[in-house]
């Protein structure tokens, strides 16, 4: 579990660029919240598997040990083969998030490299990155992971880390490229340019700092996808069944009818864990968003004086407009995509000719 | 070239490596999986064998480039092959058994979650800080729980213990299916509970995003002045910020598209439900290939589709993608 602090630390140098005291009493509730849910999970699970009452994997052969409900000996109860569900669920815990953290660290990594790449090269090399994005965005990841994932013969750890990041990055690819457009035309990295940095340099010390907050939300959202993915994985028996993450769990209080024999103890609290740890990583997403977009913070802010919703006054927009033209051939590959439509060469025309309509 | 020629072509393309990294799975895994997989199903015909030798590799059949070429003309004729555990029924034609269930199902409660979850979200985005917003933590527990999760809860609450709901499957058992009304009937009184899955657990990401789109939009200078003029609220809200305020919440819809899908398969499977995300699991773990790599093909093409489709309301929506098709 050496990775969570670094999750931390992320969340932190974001809050902490305004360098003020008390950054936690500034920070959005629902960071607040994401951060202590989020963090009670990292805690059970370094904490968890060191303090297990019994062995996970223990079958207890005594038929007076099947499915027992809660009890002082057992706090969460027992499987149908006797088996502590307490202890696989603080086991389970850290498997399931340890694979989410370690997908999120993977496919964040790509995602950041296609995206800064793309922006950079430009031209025809950052069209066919971007096609390649928006191709895999586009097409539905679970069923391509349970057709490639059901083809290894031993469904390890390793080969679903490696499938889940290697289907996980296009979305962060996006909007990290997106950003990394916009900051590349500001003047400090001109300055830089000028000074003669070298483009590594540029990239890592001006560029990637800057994208900090994006780069935490992207790295939140592909763990948020990497957990839903292996519990889904796992629940229909696509991963390893002899190690007990979460998703297994869940497979096997399925498989033996946990819930129509009234087993609740053993299914209620994987399902309820899988879903408190995306609970705090959604909220961790929205207070990132509230500290990127303050007009967000702001709504939380707003005062109400007789009955109406009065907003604070309007802070400086901070939206990035993308003054690149685009020539050629990158320019005929880009007008397929979506994306094309906010071009704001194209907003500009529309500008200039202030729509009839409107004044009628 | 219009805007929806561009989209067009760009989801040929997207097909196209679709199709590719479908041909390219079986023959990039470690091993020799599919041979190993294939001496599973000692029962098969030789003339089966030959077709699978071009969807998965199997044995010679010449070049790389020859088999993705029989593989390539195999597809466009709608040809993918034989399902080694359903032998000797065709992919096409369980696939055409299973298909129309889906899109209906899932394709209704979908676009019932989107409309609502817009709405609420222009509610919430409009009034923020008022009430709704104090739902949104609920609602974020709602989306983060597993769609199967929830449905299984759901079958045991409302199907096994209070009756109110059928048990899963498409329709009650003996009725024969066809035009009539009680097989209609009891179809769609199956589709109640998975359909209210889909919903409860999908409303709450449309909504947070619309919210959030809509303060942003809430706060330019178009709305406010539109305000200033002294219009009636509800021409604000509609015309001036929503309209506005739904570009991204559409562009979204359709990428998003890929995610609900994939969480409603696996919710098939709970219910039993006859759909493709139920054959997709048993396919799986019965070891089919054939039929899952179909299945897999299908879903991709469908949701393709359904991204052309927003292109088209996007286009009926935006008046930027028609002025590009008339200035260009």
Excluded at chain 1, 234 to 254: C, E, H, K, P, R
Excluded at chain 2, 45 to 56: D, G, H, K, N, T
Excluded at chain 2, 75 to 86: K, Q
Excluded at chain 2, 210 to 234: C, F, S, W
């Amino acid at each position: 579990m050496t990775v969570a602090p670094a999750m931390t630390t992320e969340l932190t140098a974001v809050t902490q660029e305004p360098a003020q005291p008390g950054w936690w009493r500034r920070m959005p509730t629902n960071a607040k919240a994401g951060v202590a849910l989020f963090g009670f999970f990292v805690l059970t699970a370094i904490i968890g598997p060191l303090v297990t009452p019994y062995d996970p994997g223990y079958q207890n052969p005594s038929p007076k040990a099947s499915m027992n409900s809660p009890s002082a000996a057992h706090l969460l109860g027992t499987t149908q083969s006797g088996q502590d569900v307490l202890s696989q669920l603080l086991v389970g815990i850290r498997l399931t998030l340890e694979l989410g953290i370690l997908v999120g660290v993977v496919a964040t990594a790509l995602a950041v490299i296609v995206g800064v790449t793309a922006a950079f090269l430009g031209g025809f090399w950052d069209e066919l990155l971007s096609l390649l994005t928006n191709v895999f965005l586009v097409i539905p990841a679970l069923p391509l992971l349970i057709v490639v994932l059901g083809y290894f013969p031993n469904k390890g750890e390793l080969p679903t880390i490696l499938v889940l990041a290697g289907l996980g990055w296009p979305w962060g690819a996006r909007v990290i490229r997106a950003q990394t457009l916009a900051i590349r035309n500001r003047d400090f990295v001109a300055a830089s340019q000028e000074t003669g940095e070298r483009t590594w340099r540029i990239i890592f010390v001006e560029i990637v700092p800057n994208e900090v907050s994006l780069i935490a939300a992207s790295f939140v959202n592909t763990v948020l996808y990497a957990i839903g993915a292996s519990v889904a994985l796992a629940f229909i028996g696509v991963a390893d069944l002899n190690s007990w993450s979460l998703g297994t769990m869940l497979y096997w209080a399925q498989s033996q009818q946990a819930l129509q024999l009234g087993a609740w103890w053993w299914f209620v609290p994987p399902g309820l864990a899988v879903a408190l740890i995306g609970t705090a990583l959604v909220l961790l997403n929205t207070g990132i968003d509230e500290i990127g977009n303050p007009r967000l913070r702001d709504a939380t802010s707003a005062s109400r004086i007789a009955g109406r919703w009065l907003k604070p006054a309007d802070p400086t927009p901070v939206l990035s407009e993308i003054w690149q033209r685009r020539p050629g051939l990158a320019g005929f590959l880009h007008s397929f995509s979506r994306s094309s439509l906010l071009d704001t060469e194209l907003n500009k025309e529309l500008l200039d000719k202030p729509e009839a309509g409107e004044r009628r | 070239m219009p805007f929806i020629v561009r989209r067009l072509i760009f989801y040929v393309v997207a097909a196209w490596v679709a199709l590719t990294v479908n041909f390219f799975i079986p023959r990039l895994v470690p091993g020799n999986a599919v041979e190993a997989i294939m001496s599973k199903f000692p029962d098969l015909q030789p003339s089966a064998y030959r077709a699978l030798e071009a969807l998965l590799g199997v044995g010679k059949g010449g070049s790389i480039w020859h088999q993705y070429w029989a593989y390539l003309v195999d597809v466009s004729h709608l040809d993918l092959g034989t399902s080694v555990s359903e032998y000797p029924a065709q992919v096409s034609t369980l696939l055409g058994q299973t298909l129309p269930w889906t899109i209906i199902l899932v394709g209704t409660a979908t676009v019932i979650a989107f409309l609502i979850g817009t709405v609420l979200g222009i509610a919430a985005g409009w009034r923020y800080g008022g009430g709704l917003d104090r739902l949104l933590p609920g609602l974020m527990f709602l989306q983060a729980i597993p769609y199967f999760f929830f449905a299984l809860i759901l079958l045991e609450v409302f199907a096994e213990t209070f009756h109110v709901f059928p048990i899963g499957q498409g329709y009650g058992q003996g009725l024969i299916p066809g035009w009539h009304w009680a097989f209609i009937g009891s179809a769609i009184d199956h589709s109640l509970l998975p359909a209210l899955t889909i919903v409860l657990t999908s409303i709450a990401g449309w909504m947070l995003q619309m919210r959030n789109v809509m303060i942003t939009t809430v706060g330019e200078d178009y709305v406010i002045a539109a305000q200033a003029k002294g219009l009636p609220n509800h021409r604000v809200v509609f015309t001036y910020a929503a309209r506005n305020a739904i570009l991204p919440q559409l562009q979204g819809f359709g990428l998003a598209l890929g995610f609900v899908v994939s969480g409603a398969l696996i919710m098939e499977y709970v219910f039993s439900y006859p759909g493709i995300g139920a054959l997709l699991v048993s396919a799986v773990t019965s070891n089919d290939y054939p039929l899952a790599q179909g299945i897999f093909l299908v879903i991709t093409f469908a949701v393709l589709l359904a991204n052309l489709i927003v292109d088209l309301v996007i286009v009926f929506v935006d008046p930027r993608a028609r002025a590009r098709g008339a200035t260009r």
